[in-house]
């Protein structure tokens, strides 16, 4: 079964750091690009970057550029998502998903990783 | 970045009626266009890529068609389990954005 498993939710106070991790099972992790999309609280999906694990090519949004950094292990076929000083208002949901090559859509999503940040 | 405009925001509509989305572009994006559903506390789920292409295992209720700026996402007949919120995205350019969801009720 093809399958994205991510990590647990995080509770963290701002200022501090945080990576979150997405684990691919099922095919050939190298082949697919992986994104990261933000869904805050009430709102919609907001695209944030993709990495091809292959080769670790990364495209961001301007929105979410400096901001995060999205990495990829493919030895242990994990992708990663991570902040060095969280805000308040990257509380939300984390989602990562496979990219289908053709029609850049993602097909296969992990579950979401709830990310709260509050003092 | 694209904006991509959905409407209506949100929807009510009987078990049974045909039910139409529409999404713009605020420029061309030939079929670029894919179409998710994510219903409440999942994440979400492709049904449409290319503007009209149903991915392995959508009803065929659902439908896309539209290219250009202007698309459209049907549903020829409503079922309870389609109570979600819709979404297409563009992958014209990047960033592949989002619109901002229209969110459908059962009436």
């Known amino acids: 079964e093809v399958q994205l498993v991510q990590s647990g939710a995080e509770v963290k106070k701002p200022g501090e750091s945080l990576k979150i991790s997405c684990k691919g099972s099922?095919?050939?992790?190298?082949?697919?690009?992986i994104g990261w999309v933000r869904q805050m609280p009430g709102k919609g999906l907001e695209w944030m970057g993709i990495?091809?694990?292959?080769?670790?090519?990364?495209r961001y949004s301007p929105s979410f550029q400096g901001q995060v950094t999205i990495s990829a292990d493919k030895s242990i076929s994990t992708a990663y998502l991570q902040w060095s000083s969280l805000k308040a208002s990257d509380t939300a949901v984390y989602y990562c998903?496979?990219?289908?090559?053709?029609?850049?859509?993602?097909?296969?999503w992990g579950q979401g990783t709830m990310v709260t940040v509050s003092s | 970045d694209i904006q991509m405009t959905q409407s209506p925001s949100s929807l009510s509509a009987s078990v049974g009626d045909r039910v139409t989305i529409t999404c713009q572009a605020s420029?061309?994006?030939?079929?670029?266009l894919n179409w998710y559903q994510q219903k409440p506390g999942k994440a979400p789920n492709l049904l449409i890529y290319?503007?009209?292409n149903l991915d392995t295992g959508v009803p065929s209720r659902f439908s896309g068609s539209g290219s250009g700026t202007d698309f459209t996402f049907t549903i020829s007949s409503l079922q309870p389990e389609d109570i979600a919120t819709y979404y297409c995205?563009?992958?014209?350019?990047?960033?592949?954005?989002f619109g901002q969801g229209t969110k459908l009720e059962i009436k």
């Open positions: 995205q563009q992958y014209d350019n990047l960033p592949y954005t």
């Open positions: 290319d503007a009209s």
């Open positions: 998903a496979r990219e289908l090559t053709a029609a850049h859509a993602f097909d296969i």
């Open positions: 990495i091809y694990p292959g080769d670790s090519d990364t």
């Open positions: 099922g095919y050939t992790f190298t082949r697919y690009w």
């Open positions: 420029q061309d994006i030939s079929n670029y």
